[in-house]
C-alpha cells in the first residue's frame, strides 16, 4: 500500500493532524476515528476509496499525532469545532465513514450544520451517550466526577516493556484480528520511551463531562439531519441496543437504514473489510463531480 500523506491544522488553537491518501482534486471522503484509536487504523479502508475520491482519516484532538487538549474535557461539542473546521479546509459538502465516538460527533455536527454533509456511514457511534443520567445531575454525580477528573492527576500511562506486549494488548481488545493487523494499529498507536511503549492517545480522554447533551436534546439535533445515514453494528458486538428497543434508530433520522454485518464485532471495518468496503460503497454510490482545474 502506498503510504499516505500526513498534514495539519489548526483548530481552537490545538494542531490537530490529519492524514490523505489519492487526488486533491477528488470529492472529500472524511475517515472518523473512534475513541482511544488513531486516524491510521482506516488504511485499507482509505486504500479501498482513493481511486474515486480525495480520503482524509484526521486524528482527534489527543489522539494519534495531534495535540493533547490541555484543560480540555474532550466533549462532543468540542470535537464537533474541529470536524467542521476541517470540513472547511477540505471544502464541503462532505461524505463522512466513522467510527463508534466518530460517529456520536459525526452525527451531532450534521445536525447543526446539515449544508457541510452529503452521506454518512457510522458504525456503532448512534446512541452511544443516550443511556446517560438525565439533567438534572445531582450534587453526589458531580461529585463523583471532579474526583474522577481529579485522580487522574495521580496517574501515570502504562509502559509496555516491548513492542510485542503493545501488540499483544490490541490482539486482547479485539482477538479477531490478524497479527499484521494487530501489529499496525500498534504501531501507529503507540511511541517508544526510556523503559517501553506507551500509547499516544491522552490518558484524559476519558475524563468526559458528566452530562452534555439529554436524549431529548440530541434526538432534536439528529431530527435536524438531511445526509442520508446508513448505521452499521456488528452481530457480535458489545455495543448496546437496548435504548432503541421501543423505538428502531432509524426513526430518529428523516434518510437512514441500519445494516447488520454478520460474523463481526465493534470494529466491523476490521473484522469483515470486504463486505464493509462493499456496503459502504453501494451506500454512497457514484462519487460527486471532482474539483474543476483552474485555467
Given at each position: 500500500?502506498?503510504?499516505?500523506?500526513?498534514?495539519?491544522?489548526?483548530?481552537?488553537?490545538?494542531?490537530?493532524?490529519?492524514?490523505?491518501?489519492?487526488?486533491?482534486?477528488?470529492?472529500?471522503?472524511?475517515?472518523?476515528?473512534?475513541?482511544?484509536?488513531?486516524?491510521?487504523?482506516?488504511?485499507?479502508?482509505?486504500?479501498?476509496?482513493?481511486?474515486?475520491?480525495?480520503?482524509?482519516?484526521?486524528?482527534?484532538?489527543?489522539?494519534?499525532?495531534?495535540e493533547w487538549a490541555k484543560g480540555s474535557t474532550y466533549t462532543l461539542s468540542e470535537h464537533v469545532i474541529d470536524l467542521v473546521a476541517l470540513i472547511d479546509l477540505v471544502g464541503g459538502p462532505v461524505r463522512v465513514v466513522s467510527h463508534s465516538f466518530g460517529g456520536a460527533i459525526t452525527l451531532l455536527a450534521?445536525?447543526?450544520?446539515?449544508?457541510?454533509?452529503?452521506?454518512?456511514?457510522?458504525?456503532?457511534?448512534?446512541?452511544?451517550?443516550?443511556?446517560?443520567?438525565?439533567?438534572?445531575?445531582?450534587?453526589?454525580?458531580?461529585?463523583?466526577?471532579?474526583?474522577?477528573?481529579?485522580?487522574?492527576?495521580?496517574?501515570?500511562?502504562?509502559?509496555?516493556?516491548?513492542?510485542?506486549?503493545?501488540?499483544?494488548?490490541?490482539?486482547?481488545?479485539?482477538?479477531?484480528?490478524?497479527?499484521?493487523?494487530?501489529?499496525?494499529?500498534?504501531?501507529?498507536?503507540?511511541?517508544?520511551?526510556?523503559?517501553?511503549?506507551?500509547?499516544?492517545?491522552?490518558?484524559?480522554?476519558?475524563?468526559?463531562?458528566?452530562?452534555?447533551?439529554?436524549?431529548?436534546?440530541?434526538?432534536?439535533?439528529?431530527?435536524a439531519v438531511v445526509a442520508p445515514v446508513m448505521h452499521m453494528v456488528g452481530s457480535k458486538s458489545h455495543f448496546s441496543r437496548a435504548q432503541f428497543e421501543s423505538k428502531p434508530l432509524d426513526e430518529y433520522f428523516s434518510d437512514s437504514r441500519t445494516v447488520t454485518v454478520a460474523d463481526a464485532g465493534h470494529?466491523?471495518?476490521?473484522?469483515?473489510?470486504?463486505?464493509?468496503?462493499?456496503?459502504?460503497?453501494?451506500?454512497?454510490?457514484?462519487?460527486?463531480?471532482?474539483?474543476?482545474?483552474?485555467?
Open positions: 500500500m502506498a503510504e499516505p500523506w500526513q498534514h495539519f491544522y489548526q483548530s481552537q488553537r490545538l494542531r490537530l493532524a490529519y492524514w490523505t491518501w489519492g487526488d486533491a482534486d477528488a470529492p472529500p471522503l472524511i475517515l472518523l476515528h473512534g475513541g482511544r484509536d488513531h486516524a491510521r487504523n482506516w488504511d485499507r479502508i482509505a486504500e479501498a476509496f482513493r481511486d474515486d475520491y480525495h480520503v482524509i482519516a484526521p486524528d482527534l484532538r489527543g489522539h494519534g499525532d495531534s450534521a445536525g447543526i450544520f446539515p449544508e457541510k454533509f452529503d452521506r454518512i456511514v457510522e458504525i456503532e457511534g448512534a446512541g452511544a451517550r443516550m443511556e446517560d443520567t438525565p439533567r438534572p445531575t445531582t450534587p453526589e454525580q458531580l461529585r463523583k466526577w471532579v474526583m474522577t477528573m481529579r485522580s487522574y492527576e495521580q496517574q501515570t500511562p502504562r509502559v509496555y516493556p516491548t513492542f510485542g506486549e503493545a501488540v499483544a494488548r490490541v490482539s486482547e481488545a479485539n482477538k479477531s484480528l490478524s497479527p499484521e493487523m494487530a501489529d499496525h494499529l500498534a504501531r501507529w498507536a503507540s511511541h517508544g520511551m526510556d523503559g517501553g511503549y506507551v500509547w499516544k492517545f491522552d490518558p484524559w480522554v476519558r475524563g468526559r463531562t458528566p452530562s452534555e447533551l439529554t436524549r431529548e436534546e440530541l434526538v432534536a439535533v439528529w431530527r470494529w466491523l471495518h476490521h473484522d469483515q473489510t470486504a463486505t464493509f468496503v462493499d456496503l459502504v460503497r453501494d451506500f454512497l454510490g457514484a462519487p460527486p463531480p471532482r474539483k474543476p482545474h483552474a485555467d
